[in-house]
């Protein structure tokens, strides 16, 4: 059955198209066109001048609507999915703390379950560590934190479902795991690290393409003692060729550093993600969790010595980034969705409005908000507000 998406201003690869539309018919996009006249045999729905807009990949999610993927069932898995959703999260990589590897080897199992249900929008598995380095752990769990140990992550490599993997850069072993892990085609992201600029020039050589949460769980320009030595940020910056990702929520990095790494890396190299823990589009009870509390939009540890992770979903990165960060909104939805399609290589299916890809896409109003959302041509339940 075909469908037509008419009456909007489109978002392409080339630019926006106005009064355009989108068809789709079994879930892929047909054409995108600059004219909108009825096609003979469509189902309409009307954008009503809107912006339509891809489908947001949301590459760094630790959970939403109550549940985390740590919990490794179907169950959490399909609750935090659905929560982010609704707020235009059309792919997304559920994301691992630092845990055991019994439960990594059961989310694994579960995430390749559900990757195998029709209309799923689960694209791999995001693990972030426990190979980290224990004094910038922040809210990571310590008790898992480990030195990298080959007998442990080579049998999960073999596995297809793992997509990206973020350890510390200069804990031994960390390089030759490096190695092993991009030469599969894993995004491999350096993480709560204080690596500086040489260990991070021979960490991109060894297969550390990105760095994750930028800023955030690693050093700037510092002093020691009366000598002065870049930090990690410095050096990423100096590394051509290395992305980065940004949580975008307006909390854990201010408007004026949001605008830096867009002036710097640019949206080609800059990705949102949200970080979010399972209190992001979170509507059940009151929390009573003795690890977090929620304290001016954002989750901390419990005694305020640190940020534990955001509660923001994609729509609210873009909405950040367009009206507080001041940055073009084809460029903030571009950083939500074409770019991290790319990095994360799925960028042949997903992340753009174009002819044969997944018809995935997101309405939003003048203000950037989330009118409808479209997966594999379908109208999300419960976020059709406007179109009709």
Not at 235 to 244: A, E, N, P
């Amino acid at each position: 059955m075909l469908t037509q998406f008419i009456n909007g201003t489109i978002l392409t690869p080339q630019g926006w198209i106005k009064d355009g539309s989108v068809i789709v018919s079994d879930g892929r996009i047909v054409e995108v066109t600059n004219c909108d006249l009825a096609v003979i045999g469509a189902k309409v729905v009307d954008a009503k001048g809107m912006f339509i807009v891809p489908g947001f990949v949301s590459m760094h999610t630790h959970g939403g609507g109550g549940s985390d993927f740590t919990e490794a069932t179907e169950e959490a898995f399909s609750t935090a999915v659905n929560a982010h959703l609704k707020h235009g999260a059309t792919s997304i990589f559920p994301t691992l703390s630092s845990t055991s590897f019994e439960t990594i080897h059961q989310a694994v199992e579960v995430c390749e379950k559900m990757m195998a249900l029709p209309e799923n929008i689960i694209q791999g598995l995001h693990i972030e560590g426990p190979y980290l380095n224990s004094k910038m752990a922040g809210a990571q769990w310590k008790e898992f934190l480990k030195t990298p140990n080959p007998e442990e992550y080579m049998p999960l490599l073999e596995r297809q479902c793992i997509k990206r993997w973020d350890i510390s850069p200069e804990l031994p072993g960390a390089h030759e795991f490096a190695q092993q892990t991009s030469s599969r085609g894993i995004l491999t992201a350096l993480t709560h690290t204080e690596a500086e600029y040489d260990e991070i020039k021979e960490a991109f050589n060894s297969g550390f393409t990105h760095a994750a949460h930028f800023y955030n769980a690693m050093p700037g320009f510092h002093k020691r003692r009366e000598y002065k030595y870049e930090g990690t940020v410095e050096s990423v910056y100096l590394t051509d060729g290395m992305s980065v990702e940004v949580i975008a929520d307006g909390i854990h990095l201010p408007a004026t550093i949001l605008k830096l790494v867009y002036k710097l890396k640019g949206a080609d190299q800059t990705c949102l993600v949200t970080d979010a823990l399972k209190y992001a589009a979170y509507k059940g009870e009151s929390i009573n969790d003795s690890q977090y509390i929620i304290d001016n939009g954002v989750c901390k540890l419990s005694d305020c010595s640190s940020l534990a992770g955001s509660i923001a979903t994609m729509d609210t990165l873009v909405q950040v980034m367009y009206k507080q960060a001041g940055i073009p909104l084809e460029d903030a939805i571009k950083m939500a969705s074409e770019t991290p399609a790319r990095i994360i290589g799925i960028d042949n299916r997903k992340g753009s409005l174009q002819k044969g890809k997944d018809a995935d896409m997101v309405i939003l109003d003048k203000d950037a908000n989330v009118r409808c959302v479209v997966s594999m041509g379908n109208i999300v339940e419960g976020t059709n507000t406007l179109i009709h």
